[in-house]
């Protein structure tokens, strides 16, 4: 008989303080502060004024820790806006089974679409991370399979299922256009760059989040930005500031369509927060 898949366990407070006390008692008097709405990978938690607990939900997020414990340290110095600062590896322990961490605390909320205060600039200084984060020496033995190509089925599927919201013939154009273009070679990428995953304070960005997607990659995937959080107008400036060649800028096409595309179908009849912003990534994607 299979092996009943044992149930995520219920991450609440009173597990967080289990696991501080015995693996970090120097933080466990801290006040503990759960984020809602978190991240689907991860539950946070702000423990006190200057750190922020995050364990994974589920078996999907289980390596994250550890992988942003070893890489974001030697990132960071090479980037021109701060990104999580890790501080301690959590073990498995007191029912949990995965490894879990802790971080610094970084200032700064979510941007809202649609209301950039300075969009050109929020644009340029995107721009600024991707391209550094590309220029870092990576070892490409490491690069893991174009996910575009991967993708190509399921988002198929989505376009068809989603004919009767969205031009499915204009989508599968954009579609066939990315999955046409040449690879490029593999550098460092995000790989999950979206308006959840960036920080912002006095209209300038201060932060990015959720290196939980950091591998050896496609750069496209990085101008997935460029359809969830700019405008038009702020979008071309974001493709001369990064320096994207047109076929990455076709794949970065494909990659907003394909998320967007995907979300949508999972969330949009659940979730009328996710339904908005896949809408509107998929609405962008058609813009150009």
Request: aromatic share 6%; with cysteine; proline share 10%.
């Amino acid at each position: 008989m299979p092996t009943a898949r044992p149930a995520n366990p219920v991450i609440d407070e009173a597990l967080v303080q289990r696991l501080l006390t015995a693996q970090f008692p120097a933080w466990a008097a801290l006040p503990l502060t759960r984020l809602d709405p978190a991240g689907s990978d991860n539950v946070i938690y702000r423990l006190g004024d200057d750190l922020s607990v995050r364990l994974p939900r589920g078996e999907w997020a289980a390596g994250q820790a550890e992988k942003e414990s070893r890489w974001l340290p030697r990132l960071a110095p090479h980037l021109p806006v701060p990104i999580p600062e890790p501080v301690a590896l959590g073990r498995p322990g007191e029912g949990y089974p995965w490894h879990w961490s802790v971080s610094r605390w970084l200032t700064g909320s979510p941007p809202e679409i649609g209301a950039l205060p300075r969009p050109d600039e929020t644009a340029a200084e995107l721009a600024r991370f991707v391209t550094a984060l590309h220029r870092i020496p990576a070892d490409t033995s490491r690069a893991h399979d174009d996910p575009l190509a991967s993708r190509d089925s399921d988002t198929r599927a989505a376009i068809a299922a989603t004919a009767h919201v969205f031009d499915s013939s204009a989508l599968t154009a954009i579609w066939d256009a990315a999955l046409a273009t040449p690879p490029h070679p593999p550098v460092w990428v995000h790989g999950d760059l979206h308006p959840g995953n960036l920080l912002m304070a006095d209209g300038r960005l201060s932060a990015v989040l959720d290196f939980g997607e950091l591998g050896v990659g496609d750069p496209a995937c990085d101008a997935l930005i460029a359809w969830t959080l700019l405008p038009p107008s702020a979008r071309e400036v974001f493709r001369v500031e990064s320096g994207l060649d047109d076929d990455s800028w076709r794949r970065g096409r494909g990659y907003a369509l394909s998320t967007g595309l995907n979300a949508y179908t999972a969330y949009a009849a659940t979730n009328p927060r996710v339904a908005a912003s896949t809408g509107h990534q998929i609405a962008e994607t058609l813009t150009g």
